[in-house]
């Protein structure tokens, strides 16, 4: 019986009473409550700064696009399919800034399945953004369109891309190589292209508490504002080959007229004699 009751004994010994479980389990829901706080604190200020950074960084992918649309622009006539540069200072809603610009270049247009190559003519532009879902904050689109095929029989709709949205103005200003332009037009300017263009966005950055909610509640609280402004020059052999067809131009027509001059002279001479 001794030796039973030594057996029990030491049983006994080797659990845990209620309290120490209760204990235990205490401790884990603090720790748990510990670890779920950090997390969500941690993804709460993530969410944040994804709403913070993305207009910005949509803006600055949307602006290196157009510079290397830019790099590759053809001068108005060069080919018989380059029609002409033309930056239209435009305005939107409540008088902002909505310019466009229209040009040919040989940038390669990419999108989500394939490469295409070769001529094309880039439209960028602003439209309103009517699912923007902020209410009654009005906000744009900056959209650029891309037509390939310059010899189609019949007109057909450009290609579609939409660089970046919750855009608030777009403002273009061009270079002329003595002070800035606020628009362009090489048909009225012997088909010559600017030195430089200058782009400045300006988007909206919405919290998360600025979003119409589901139940159709809006909000007219002004966003924050984040302002990019960007310059890139024209290259230089596409601005030299315009300046040197205004140039060659220019001289062929003093020399006929020098000529005419001469001719009439020589006439008037010899009348006099």
């Known amino acids: 019986m001794a030796t039973y009751g030594r057996t029990s004994w030491k049983s006994n010994a080797a659990g845990f009473t209620l309290l120490e479980l209760l204990a235990a389990m205490a401790l884990m ?29 949509q803006a600055i992918n949307a602006i290196e696009l157009l510079k290397q649309d830019v790099q590759g622009v053809l001068p108005p006539g060069s080919n018989g399919l380059a029609v002409a540069f033309i930056g239209t200072d435009s305005r ?27 001529l094309g003519k880039v439209v960028l532009l602003l439209e309103e953004d009517k699912d923007s879902g902020y209410g009654n904050y009005t906000t744009y689109q900056l959209v650029r369109q891309v037509t390939t095929n310059l010899l189609a029989p019949r007109e057909v709709d450009p290609d579609e891309q939409t660089l970046c949205r919750n855009v608030l ?46 139940g159709g509640r809006s909000t007219n609280k002004e ?29 062929a027509s003093g020399a006929s007229t020098g000529s005419g001059v001469s001719s009439g002279a020589t006439a008037s001479t010899g009348g006099g004699r």
Do not use: M
């Open 29 to 57: 829901v603090v720790v748990g409550s510990c670890l779920y706080t950090a997390l969500h604190t941690g993804f709460r200020a993530y969410r944040s700064a994804l709403l913070a950074v993305e207009p910005t960084s």
């Open 169 to 214: 103005s777009l403002n273009l200003r061009y270079f002329d190589g003595d002070s800035w332009l606020g628009e362009w037009d090489s048909t009225e300017d012997a088909n010559s292209l600017p030195r430089a263009v200058e782009v400045d966005i300006e988007v909206a950055c919405f919290g998360k508490s600025s979003r119409s909610t589901g």
């Open 223 to 251: 966003p924050e504002k984040r302002r990019l402004v960007q310059s890139f020059a024209i290259p230089c052999e596409a601005a030299a080959e315009t300046s040197t067809g205004t140039t060659t131009s220019g001289a």
């Open 92 to 118: 939107g809603i409540k008088g902002v800034d909505a310019d466009s610009i229209e040009f040919y270049t040989t940038h390669v247009y990419a999108d989500d399945k394939s490469l295409s190559g070769g």
